[in-house]
């Protein structure tokens, strides 16, 4: 921890994506941020990723390797940006060398949610006629729901959450599966016909919280830019929020150690009563058939090795296996 000596800068800038969504949470960050330091200026500077750009094409198929997240790293090494606000289910989980994981807010619900069309306004995931065309760019969500409803039909869909929704409400499919922290993020919550109960569907890695990026600390800087960077780690921990950061260790460790990125199937889901933490983590295969699924509580401080302990459980049931056959039918395609 830095000390709370540190002049705080005049002014510090905040990468962003340039999607709606993006735009609200670095927004929201702004704000907090400017309450509790009202003598420091904080700007948004706002850039278009990979994942942005690259609307016609299955996220699998691209790669994932900081698709959501390497222009805004970019900015930060190149001190053009102070820091980058992500929806931390984006951001990989090895970061470029010189930047880190600074701060983790407050999860909203991190649970996946049933969008339906209209026609549909009386229906849940279980009572949807065979045949509905439910649409999802998620390797994860997809496996899991082909494994509890293989009756469905699935879709690929890309583009930002209105884009989605004006295909879904044209017709174009019959339900969407989106995640819940997303549409009430953008006002958005009456468009939840079903919030996915974890044992239909275990959510993505950081799913529901925002993780702020920054420049790791480097003695070899300049005095002026180290100054900088160590202020900017202090003042951000403001909005840290420790619970969720528990969790989120434990599920990137869990994520990192099985070497899969956000688009292989892996799900997890964590709780925590008092200082004990529990972590659920799942791999599934694209088509359903086989999901292997396990659980781990210990200890809160213990967050990352537990994450890493239920990876090498899963890992010695079948889990690499799997990982490995859809990394090749991946690379195929």
């Not at 940006?81 to 600074?102: C, F, I, R, Y």
């Not at 892996?266 to 529990?278: A, C, F, P, Y």
Request: charged share 25%; proline share 4%; aromatic share 2%.
């Amino acid at each position: 921890m830095t000390s709370s000596a540190t002049t705080p800068p005049q002014t510090v800038r905040l990468g962003s994506r340039k999607s709606q969504l993006a735009l609200v949470q670095s927004e929201w960050v702004q704000a907090q941020l400017q309450a509790h330091h009202p003598d420091t200026q904080f700007e948004i500077e706002t850039m278009s990723t990979q994942g942005d750009k690259i609307l016609d094409v299955p996220l699998a198929k691209i790669g994932d390797k900081g698709l959501f997240t390497k222009e805004l790293e970019v900015g930060m090494l190149a001190r053009t940006t102070d820091m980058a606000v992500h929806s931390l289910k984006d951001l990989p989980t090895n970061l470029p060398e010189g930047l880190m994981l600074g701060c983790v807010t407050e999860r909203e619900n991190p649970a996946d949610a049933l969008v339906v069309n209209a026609k549909y306004g009386d229906k849940k995931l279980e009572t949807l006629p065979d045949g509905a065309v439910i649409g999802t760019s998620s390797l994860r969500r997809l496996a899991q729901l082909r494994h509890h409803f293989p009756k469905l039909t699935f879709k690929d869909v890309r583009g930002n959450l209105n884009t989605r929704l004006k295909k879904l409400d044209d017709g174009e499919y019959d339900a969407l599966i989106l995640a819940a922290a997303g549409l009430k993020r953008l006002e958005m919550s009456d468009r939840i016909q079903q919030e996915i109960p974890s044992d239909i569907s275990l959510h993505a890695v950081g799913q529901g919280a925002l993780g702020i990026e920054c420049r790791q600390i480097n003695d070899q800087e300049t005095e002026e830019n180290l100054k900088k960077d160590r202020a900017v780690l202090e003042i951000i921990q403001v909005i840290q929020h420790q619970p969720t950061l528990y969790r989120c260790l434990a599920e990137r460790a869990f994520l990192r150690s099985l070497e899969g990125g956000c688009q292989v199937p892996i799900g997890v889901n964590t709780s925590i009563e008092g200082d004990r933490l529990t972590l659920v983590g799942m791999v599934a295969s694209l088509d359903g058939q086989r999901l292997i699924r396990d659980q781990i509580t210990g200890s809160c401080q213990e967050a990352e090795q537990l994450g890493t302990s239920l990876a090498e459980e899963l890992r010695g049931r079948g889990a690499g296996e799997i990982l490995a056959e859809i990394l090749a039918q991946v690379d195929r395609s």
